[in-house]
């Protein structure tokens, strides 16, 4: 049973969320469903979740924007975008805003339970080894895993979810060639043969966040052929 775990579902097509709201309860999970970006807000400041479900478009706020204020609160916080528009745009646009996973509608039930399951996975995982290692430092840049803020020689930044897992998992492994698929399996808990283009962005982005420069990296190398080893020193 997973009725520990309470989701925020926020869609504004009543009978999809009433049929989600329906299933997901079946599963185990607690469901508080928001019609509009508005009330999901106010029900996000008003209470505890562990995972929210969120449309795009949505009347008042949108589900970008909806993402934005969440992630300045709870940066660790899983969210999945559900869209009717499967554009790489809408896509990238929600993994910069701290997005964990994008799904197009129209959707498969079990594909959004697996999902589901997935990045509640990772949260856990996320939060264990955050608690083991809360902070690391490397070259001059310091960061902190548990509040995902990061000082670099020349800035703050605040990580997304996703880019510190990717980080947190580049770092436990030091030294260590770690491949698309490894990446893909253990970060996303996803299929590895999905497009593996989305780990390359992501390194790009860390790259462009902790290396003196970006274009000649020092500490997250590409290893041709097989995937990326970082290396503090």
Same mark, same amino acid.
């Given at each position: 049973? +997973?009725?520990?775990?309470? #989701?925020? &579902?926020?869609?504004d097509e009543e009978t999809l969320a009433v049929g989600l709201e329906f299933n997901l309860t079946e599963e185990g999970y607690s469901v508080v469903w928001a019609k509009d970006g508005k009330i999901a807000l106010d029900l996000f400041y008003a209470q505890e979740f562990d995972l929210i #479900?969120?449309?795009?478009? &949505? %009347?008042?706020?949108?589900? @970008?924007?909806? *993402?934005?204020?969440?992630?300045?609160?709870? !940066? /660790?916080? %899983? $969210? &999945? #975008?559900?869209? *009717?528009?499967?554009?790489?745009?809408?896509?990238?646009?929600? &993994?910069?805003l701290g997005a964990d996973d994008f799904l197009a509608k129209p959707f498969h039930l079990q594909e959004l339970l697996l999902r589901i399951k997935g990045m509640l996975k990772r949260k856990m995982w996320y939060k264990n080894a955050a608690s083991i /290692? !809360? *902070?690391?430092?490397?070259?001059?840049?310091? $960061? +902190?895993?548990?509040?995902?803020?990061? @000082?670099?020689?020349?800035? /703050? #930044?605040?990580?997304?979810?996703q880019e510190a897992m990717v980080l947190k998992y580049l770092i436990d492994n030091e030294g260590k060639i770690v491949s698309r698929k490894e990446l893909i399996e253990n970060v996303w808990h996803m299929n590895p043969d999905i497009e593996t283009r989305t780990v390359d962005n992501f390194i790009v982005r860390l790259r462009k966040y902790f290396e003196p420069d970006p274009s000649n990296p020092v500490y997250f190398k590409s290893i041709r052929g097989t995937g990326y080893m970082f290396n503090a020193k």
């Open positions: 049973m +997973n009725g520990e775990n309470k #989701i925020l &579902l926020v869609e #479900i969120l449309d795009i478009m &949505l %009347p008042y706020v949108n589900g @970008f924007e909806v *993402a934005k204020k969440v992630r300045e609160k709870s !940066p /660790q916080m %899983p $969210i &999945l #975008i559900l869209s *009717a528009r499967s554009g790489v745009e809408d896509r990238v646009k929600g &993994l910069e /290692q !809360p *902070a690391y430092s490397f070259g001059n840049n310091k $960061i +902190n895993f548990e509040n995902l803020e990061c @000082f670099t020689k020349d800035s /703050q #930044i605040r990580l997304t979810q």
